[in-house]
């Protein structure tokens, strides 16, 4: 299978606790992006990178929130000191360069 | 802000019946993609509109980039229970400065019924 992949698919955690998810893109997708869905919502954007370069965040992503892609492959979203309105869906998707995103199955985390 | 409005937000039809989802904004958008999502699960891309008026067809889903490309619209003829799902219409914006992102409307929960 050579799609999108995420990493864990589901995520409990207790307040104030700090959580890591990862994307693997398509392989040859120069560009990989972030979003946030919850409930009843559509996807919201946070962040994206064109190889390892980060290149716009969104207002979304508190300090709380950080994003590295090292080598310009996988990437990882940390939270840290998770609060509830923290529960959600994070989504990851890859594209070429402008080219059309497709989408990974999301991490779906609860934060209790 | 770009911001995309859908509707119906729900939508609960008898099998066989006919549908259409409208996507609409303010703004112009260089591209619109629509997407189907089951639940637990991502975004599963259908198609991408790109010309303005362009019409495109996938199966019984027909799928219309207004004229203007600030708006769109999705058909399904003889609506089956296989169709049910969140469908999403989703904008890229016109500077290059916009990265790409999507602006996502808030999607229209669809239930068809045997």
């Known amino acids: 299978d050579t799609g999108v992949s995420q990493d864990p698919r589901h995520k409990i955690t207790k307040r104030g606790q700090n959580v890591t998810f990862r994307c693997d893109p398509i392989s040859e997708h120069n560009r990989l992006y972030w979003y946030r869905q919850t409930l009843g919502q559509g996807p919201e954007f946070l962040t994206y990178f064109q190889n390892e370069a980060q290149l716009e965040k969104s207002r979304l992503l508190s300090d709380r929130f950080s994003a590295e892609r090292p080598k310009g492959s996988f990437s990882t979203l940390e939270i840290q000191r998770t609060e509830q309105g923290d529960s959600a869906m994070y989504l990851c998707?890859?594209?070429?360069?402008?080219?059309?995103?497709?989408f990974g199955p999301g991490t779906r985390l609860t934060v209790t | 802000t770009q911001l995309l409005e859908q509707s119906p937000q729900f939508l609960s039809i008898q099998e066989g019946e006919n549908l259409t989802v409208y996507c609409n904004s303010s703004?112009?958008?260089?591209?619109l993609q629509w997407y189907r999502q089951e639940p637990g699960e991502g975004p599963v891309l259908l198609v991408t509109v790109v010309t303005g008026g362009e019409v495109k067809k996938l199966k019984r889903l027909t799928f219309q980039f207004g004229d203007a490309r600030k708006d769109s619209s999705l058909h399904i003829t003889a609506a089956q229970p296989g169709d049910t799902g969140l469908y999403l219409c989703a904008g890229a914006g016109r500077s290059y400065n916009q990265g790409g992102k999507l602006i996502f409307g808030q999607g229209t929960e669809l239930s068809v019924k045997p």
């Open positions: 703004s112009v958008f260089s591209s």
């Open positions: 998707a890859s594209s070429h360069y402008q080219g059309e995103q497709y």
